[in-house]
């Protein structure tokens, strides 16, 4: 997991050194997503030839999809700082007031999992956003009154894995609402090698066309795992990351064909399993496989969906027919256990 200082924005562990390296800076390092690309070249063609800051931008989508970096290479591009923080690390509205008062004009600021707002600072940046003031109370019980302080225009980037759960007036404000869906096979090779290239891997092509079959579609896991395969690579053979070495090593870190880990496949034999293949509520799931519902709603569920073996339905989560097979479960022997699929 990346560990960041949330206020200043800085890395501090040398794994996170390296995903900055990775990182790309500009947008034409930045893999797939090609109509999102487009778009946003436009927008920071126009923002720069108006001498604008760029709009306020809205980015939603699971984790490790590139949200972060498409922030930072907004920043880039515009060329304008880059400030960063995220909800839960903003307690009272003075700590966005803190931050907002002191950013230098056209800062590109960031706040991860937008959705975790409190409604105080919420209110506040509603303002902010839209007239680049703050209001601010002062003195308490009837004698309080607002003052409302400037702050230099700026671009937000707001970015959350549930955009549903963001409140309509805030995501009205953003003038640019993009989402960032899983990529595509080919996307990720591209991004398989280009950090091959940079940290200097040797990997053949079949090994990266396997490799980015089982990534999850996700840039962060196709690094993560580029990485381990080097290890076992460098420890267990020659160097080169062959086919070979990316089967065994997907084998040593219980990783499937598709791309599953084992916690994917506990999620979905609890539900077959214990459940009769569902529905059963996030919550009882998250307890029964000893996961954070968090987790299990951002991060494994959306690949799981994504693959149709997993639907969410009203009444909670359901084993698809796909998962049954991908198991090797079959549906009869849970309607002879008198479970009602
Ligand atoms: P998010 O903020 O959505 O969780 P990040 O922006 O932190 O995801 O991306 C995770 C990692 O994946 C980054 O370190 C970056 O190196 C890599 N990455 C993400 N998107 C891309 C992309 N389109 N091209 C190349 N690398 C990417």
């Known amino acids: 997991m990346k560990q960041r200082n949330m206020l200043s924005g800085e890395f501090n562990n040398s794994e996170d050194e390296r995903e900055i390296t990775l990182r790309p800076r500009l947008l034409a390092d930045f893999q797939g997503q090609q109509e999102i690309k487009d778009n946003l070249s436009v927008f920071i063609k126009a923002a720069l030839n108006r001498k604008e800051s760029l709009d306020h931008v809205f980015i939603s989508g699971p984790p490790g999809l590139g949200k972060t970096t498409l922030a930072g290479i907004l920043a880039h591009e515009m060329g304008v700082p880059f400030k960063v923080t995220s909800a839960p690390a903003m ?21 991860d999992e937008i959705h975790r707002l409190k409604p105080a ?17 002062i003195g308490q019980g009837p004698s309080a009154r607002t003052i409302r302080i400037p702050v230099p225009p700026f671009t937000l980037i707001g970015a959350t894995t549930k955009a549903g759960q963001v409140a309509s007036p805030l995501y009205s404000r953003f003038g640019i609402t993009l989402r960032i869906n899983f990529y595509g096979e080919k996307e990720i090779q591209q991004v398989i090698r280009r950090s091959a290239g940079i940290l200097d891997i040797q990997i ?19 690094n ?9 690579a460098e420890v267990l053979a020659e160097g080169v990351v062959t086919l070979e070495t990316v089967k065994d090593g997907l084998d ?70 796909r998962a049954y097979k991908h198991l ?14």
């Open 328 to 341: 090797g479960l079959s549906r009869k022997g849970n309607e002879n256990q008198g479970i009602l699929l």
């Open 252 to 321: 040593r870190l219980d990783i499937d064909n598709v791309g599953l880990e084992s916690h994917d496949r506990e999620i979905l034999r609890v539900i077959i399993e214990n459940y009769g293949g569902g529905p059963v509520g996030a919550e009882t799931l998250a307890i029964s496989i000893g996961e954070g519902i968090e987790s299990l709603e951002d991060f494994y569920e959306p690949f799981l969906i994504q693959r149709g073996l997993l639907k969410r339905t009203p009444r909670g989560r359901m084993a698809t027919p």
């Open 121 to 137: 600072i919420e209110e506040m940046l509603y303002v902010g956003m839209e007239d680049f003031e703050l209001d601010w109370i």
């Open 204 to 222: 053949d092509e079949p090994a990266v066309l396997f490799l980015a079959k089982c990534s999850r579609g996700t840039p962060r896991v196709a």
């Open 91 to 111: 307690d009272k509205p003075k700590d966005l007031a803190g931050l907002l008062t002191t950013i230098e004009e056209r800062t590109v600021f960031f706040i």
């Open 224 to 232: 993560r795992l580029l990485k381990r395969m080097r290890d076992f």
